[in-house]
């Protein structure tokens, strides 16, 4: 927003300007709109209680784990303590850390989901997010039912040292017994995913969707730029390139979504078919 | 919990046998710890041009390494060498480790021991390899990281960790990792998972780089060693938050100052572990491993109460300690 | 034999159901054949341009297609089609196919239909999904070959041909292919291992292109007819050698003369034999599959008695029309 | 052989001229060397019989299907009739077709070994090479024992059409029980494997080993440059190349072939411990 007259006839907290178009949209449209710009289909970062919302049939989200919050296990102070830190995203969120899982049902179908929330520590992941993230894995395999993820994460969380990478280990344990007992695991990546959430279950589904233009990266590109010293091509590490480089399955937009996972579920359901499979 | 009993029982078989105790050799008792070092220092010495790389130690600790190569997909990546090797004592086993550097060349050469996603291919590749003919898979951990270039991402660096801890994660075979020098977030962890994690003295194991920290979390590099202090990123941290399960002492001066006594050093922590996990029946070490991770990290939970970080050890350490 | 046995029972319950002969729609008897073409003619028919390629042959026999991409390693080839579609009165299927272009542009995107190696990768990936989730497979077969490009050859256009074909081997799920143009050596065979394999009556399936053949043997690239002759490589000598189970027949003119009645025979054919597949217990499918392509060739053995290529029928045809 | 005065001082009955180092060889210390040139170890094409005799525990080989010929399934004419190039072929080569297969001993390990034979139609893979390989790997699973297969072969064997291509599934059909079963299968890939070969059992085993500057590819290098219209890198499918790109363990030279595969075969003897970790 270049001028003040603009600032003035759009104030902040009623519009937005699209960062692709640059058109001026109007909050609550853009909200209704599910955060796609309305003119350019820009997709704005969607908030993990707007995804279930999104995702789920009407009414049929149950939380899990809804009370478990972080400890501070290394007594971790950088510019301020850690249980700071997350006190305070706490009170700005509204959320006790940045994933929020339930079960759900999505065109008729239960299933464990599991969405993770930019607006937390940027959706870092520590002890909370492995623990939340490995209990949905668990009750899916314990009821059978099918799990989607979606990712939005910086990476681990730094607060928590070598713990917050172990709950890569954790989560993907968690994920291989769901894949040996032959249920479906399904991947979603939204912007931004990076580091190791990226490098853990955001890479591993069986099928693996992308939302448009999302960025979704192990290293970062200031990094990958510094260790070539040379500009990036062009699209590096959006959805897009990943697609053409062979690591998801789909590039859907945001309205497409809820039906599209539908779709998958419903193919990979158990039919009468696999019982005389098994003979 | 029966999958303890069960391993116990088993260690005690071999007790009996006449083998040497499993931790014989460990550090697994902090107070035992005779040398203090700062993290920073333990940085310093875990990234020592001179410290035994993995080629030397295995080279000292196996005989008869044959090395096989490639990933069957892309290419052969310097960076990660693994084969087959008789373990003294024990048999054939797999060996997977990340190799860096001790001169320039061999640096460049091997991308400072950061593997591209066709290192870590390669290793999924030996520990299928491993779980196939039944040998245990022994890795050595000694990476800044995954390398992080513009074409390590084109070719999926993040799917080929993801990928090589998950495979870990369901090897029906035994594993023991031990992290030599520097072990660097992801790059590092896709070749720890395993029933037996060690950790040498002056080994470090982070989920980022003191620098990298640093110029996040304080805005200035110049941080790291204060970073380093805060990540616990030392291997006696690991050891007290049941990251590891023991520590390989070094010479007083570091492990670059007798490259052959910690090697011995190596060498006996390793047999006593492969030996030892060999004993176990398989779904029981699988149950193990999964716990193993499954109990790391600390949650607060108001209304079902508080599940912190474990006060007393771990039961995975009591296994491999047998009591 | 009582896998036969057991398969054969398996068809007459679906019959009794109220089902199509699995064979209907299907020439199995080349006196059934009306049209007679050279394998000239069948040659120039299979490449024909406007001949309806994969991604029109996928719209018209399945409903909705979601076509799932990239192999995690390296690429999304376009010139390998693969997803998840639905097929009528039997339920979500896994499709894989090669695609070629109808003009130059589709052509140069898609490499003319000829698969790099991670076209395969993609398509043993897919593989994979369908035996996991149990889901038949259906894969449709049109390609010039495996392309022979450097880059191909670096990253392992041998070993991702040969790993597709072991992987159809030991799959657990049905797996019908049809050759629906040019099944081009390794490149085909890689898509094509099933437990019934059809193909489209001027469809051609060889070990070289007849090019090929006569700049080889006949040291001069103008004898391709010649080399066709000889090759026999045309849908009703594959029929009669036992390499393909049946042939779907053709409007009198070739598949392009009328696209929407060929894609609908192709559709009747696909049904009928994946809705029996999918009626057979899996371990006497892999049994039937192996000796499917344990039992082609001629070889004789003068101490043992001769064992030249069968004069009656095989019996997995058998077993496919339920006789 | 520039010179006419070279030519009458080496007979090439007696005398060979080693194609890298020009050094003139005399045939005998040749054939005591392995066909591997004395001086600059230039590896020449060794006949499938040498081969097992290099590799074989003393007296150990015995073979298998030893009169298993070709049919003439498809009539294939060219420049002359197939039967009688295979009858040419047996009587100049004295084997019968271009693989010879039996069971043998290698440091006391029982293998089942194949072995091809590029002096008989290059190495082509017809019904008779399909069928013998086949039976090779179901011997080793029916003893369970390994399978080393040593490849030598231009590909399938164009006279007998789609039937020959029809061979690469039959093998990988064998291999894929045997894989199943655990047990371990070699593959020895030697001057030069291409084609239909090499993309089936020549790629897959547990281990691949290569003879130094084999030349190792899928199409052939004429092939290869027409398409791209350019020259080909250097060292381009040759053994050290294909070693770099990750589809080789190791290139071995002759001498050590041997105490290589017997180690390999000795790692992955099942051991007493493999008893215990199947409770
Ligand atoms: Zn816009
Ligand atoms: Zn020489």
Redesign the interface.
């Known amino acids: 927003m270049p001028f003040g007259r603009q600032r003035k006839e759009f104030p902040s907290h009623l519009w937005t300007q699209c960062p692709t178009c640059a058109e001026m949209l109007f909050n609550k449209q853009l909200a209704r709109n599910n955060m796609v710009c309305t003119k350019c289909e820009h997709h704005f970062r969607l908030g993990a209680r707007e995804r279930i919302e999104l995702l789920a049939d009407k009414g049929s989200f149950t939380e899990h784990?809804v009370?478990?919050?972080?400890?501070?296990?290394?007594g971790?102070?950088?510019?301020k303590p850690y249980p700071q830190r997350i006190q305070q995203s706490q009170a700005k969120s509204g959320e006790k850390d940045a994933a929020i899982c339930g079960t759900v049902r999505i065109d008729e179908n239960q299933v464990e989901l599991a969405v993770m929330d930019f607006d937390f520590m940027g959706g870092s992941m520590?002890?909370?997010v492995?623990?939340k993230l490995?209990r949905a894995g668990e009750r899916a395999l314990a009821n059978r039912t099918p799990l989607i993820i979606v990712s939005s994460s910086g990476g681990?969380?730094?607060q928590?040292?070598?713990?917050?990478?172990?709950?890569?280990?954790?989560i993907?344990?968690?994920?291989?017994?769901l894949?040996?007992a032959?249920l479906?695991y399904v991947s979603v990546v939204t912007d931004p995913t990076t580091?190791?959430v990226?490098?853990?279950?955001?890479?591993?589904g069986?099928?693996i969707l992308a939302e448009p233009n999302a960025l979704i990266?192990?290293?970062g590109a200031r990094?990958?730029s510094e260790?070539?010293g040379e500009k990036?091509?062009k699209g590096?590490?959006r959805a897009e390139f990943v697609?053409?480089?062979?690591?998801?399955?789909?590039v859907v937009p945001r309205a497409q979504l809820r039906e599209?996972l539908a779709?998958?579920l419903?193919?990979?359901r158990?039919?009468a078919?696999?019982l005389?499979?098994?003979? | 919990m029966d999958v303890v009993d069960r391993i116990l029982g088993t260690k005690k078989t071999a007790d009996s046998n006449g083998h040497a105790p499993v931790d014989s050799g460990l550090i697994t008792d902090l107070a035992a710890l005779t040398t203090q070092r700062t993290p920073w220092q333990s940085v310093q010495l875990a990234r020592e041009l001179k410290r035994p790389h993995s080629i030397e130690v295995i080279n000292g600790v196996f005989d008869k390494f044959e090395e096989l190569h490639g990933d069957r997909g892309y290419r052969d990546d310097p960076a990660v060498v693994g084969g087959i090797a008789e373990l003294e004592g024990v048999g054939p086993v797999v060996v997977v480790a990340q190799q860096r550097g001790s001169t320039t060349e061999e640096n460049i050469a091997r991308s400072f021991g950061m593997p591209y996603p066709e290192g870590y291919r390669k290793a999924i590749r030996l520990y299928r390899m491993a779980e196939k003919f039944h040998l245990p898979l022994v890795t050595l951990v000694d990476t800044p990281g995954a390398y992080p270039g513009p074409e390590a991402e084109e070719r999926g660096q993040a799917e080929a960790i993801a990928k090589s801890i998950s495979t870990m994660c369901g090897l029906q075979t035994p594993i023991v990792a031990v992290i030599l020098g520097e072990g660097g977030s992801g790059g590092a962890l896709s070749l720890a998972v395993g029933d037996v994690v060690l950790a040498l003295q002056n080994a470090i194991y982070s989920v980022i780089s003191p620098e990298g920290a640093a110029a996040i979390l304080w805005r200035s590099a110049t941080e790291a060693e204060k970073a380093a202090n805060a990540l616990k990123l030392a291997a006696s941290d690991l050891l007290r938050l049941g990251i590891v399960d023991g520590l390989i002492p070094e010479p007083a001066g570091g492990a670059h100052t007798d490259s052959a006594a910690t090697i011995a050093a190596i060498k006996t922590a390793i047999v006593a572990q492969v030996d030892h996990l060999g004993r176990v029946p398989i779904a029981d070490l699988l149950s193990a491993r999964y716990e193993r991770y499954r109990h790391i990290g600390t949650v607060v939970e108001p209304l079902a109460g508080i599940a912190p970080a474990p006060k007393t050890e771990p039961f995975w350490r009591r296994i491999m300690r047998g009591i």
Do not use: C
């Open positions: 784990d009370d478990l919050t972080s400890g501070d296990p290394l971790f102070t950088d510019q520590g002890s909370v492995g623990e490995t681990a969380r730094m928590e040292g070598t713990l917050s990478l172990m709950q890569m280990a954790k993907l344990g968690a994920l291989h017994r894949d040996e032959g479906p580091g190791g990226l490098a853990s279950f955001a890479s591993l069986d099928i990266g192990f290293s990094v990958t260790t070539i990036l091509p590096f590490q697609l053409a480089h062979g690591f998801v399955d789909q599209r779709y998958f419903n193919a990979f158990p039919s078919r696999d005389r499979w098994s003979l």
